[in-house]
């Protein structure tokens, strides 16, 4: 079993609608979770992490998380061609430790 | 802010030459930098964990003598690649981690697009 697993999609969505990109792991002790968005050919760059339970919003995007579960999950609201990108999910189990990621969702956002 | 400059975003290198990979953060000190290796259409695997003033901590199936780490100053960690084949050409990224700042703690460079003829 991988210790952070997302489907690869690809997946579609129309502009305007929402995306839902889901990621599970296998590892109870993780503390702290990442979601980045990768543009072909440029490095990761962070779009939220979060670390307790619930959901956490910021602007057009929303991370839930469900320890209980081992379930963690971005949603894009309002999706825009430019959210058309690889989104990665990434864990860690305590501060100052590395970061695994998952295999990456990649998302076609449709004009 | 917490930047991380990668140099050089691209090098094309002969079979059997090294390569060396610098990775700075500008504005913080970083005791700790990753660094990671992404082939297309895959992931990022994370092949070390550098620690500045010790060795360097290797991912399981990395070799340490063809890819070598230092973190010689807290804002500066390199990778070598010696003696490069083309089975080594990939997009290598570093990453460091920023003190005390939860979450957002953690930048990438730019990465290195490395190509092995």
């Known amino acids: 079993q991988k210790e952070v697993e997302q489907n690869s999609g690809p997946l579609s969505v129309p502009e305007g609608a929402i995306a839902s990109l889901n990621c599970t792991y296998s590892?109870?002790?993780?503390?702290?979770f990442f979601w980045y968005r990768q543009y072909s050919g440029k490095s990761p760059e962070l779009i939220m992490f979060?670390?307790?339970?619930g959901d956490k919003e910021d602007g057009r995007f929303t991370a839930q998380l469900n320890k209980a579960s081992q379930y963690v999950s971005l949603l894009i609201r309002d999706s825009q061609p430019s959210d058309s990108a690889t989104y990665l999910c990434?864990?860690?189990?305590?501060?100052?430790?590395?970061?695994?990621f998952g295999s990456g969702t990649q998302l076609t956002v449709l004009p | 802010g917490a930047v991380v400059s990668q140099h050089p975003s691209w090098v094309i290198c002969k079979s059997g030459t090294s390569v060396k990979i610098e990775c700075r953060s500008l504005?913080?000190?970083?005791?700790?930098m990753f660094w990671y290796r992404q082939f297309p259409k895959q992931s990022l695997m994370l092949m070390a964990t550098?620690?500045?003033?010790?060795?360097?901590?290797?991912e399981q199936g990395v070799e340490k003598d063809k890819f070598l780490i230092n973190h010689a100053s807290l804002t500066l960690s390199t990778l070598t690649v010696t003696s490069a084949h083309p089975e080594d050409s990939s997009f290598y990224i570093c990453?460091?981690?920023?003190?005390?700042?939860?979450?957002?703690?953690?930048?990438f460079g730019s990465g290195t697009r490395l190509t092995v003829v």
């Open positions: 550098s620690n500045e003033g010790s060795k360097a901590t290797y």
């Open positions: 990453s460091a981690r920023k003190p005390g700042v939860r979450g957002y703690g953690y930048t």
């Open positions: 990434a864990v860690n189990m305590f501060e100052r430790a590395k970061l695994t």
């Open positions: 504005d913080f000190q970083a005791t700790t």
């Open positions: 590892d109870r002790g993780s503390q702290s």
């Open positions: 979060i670390y307790s339970n």
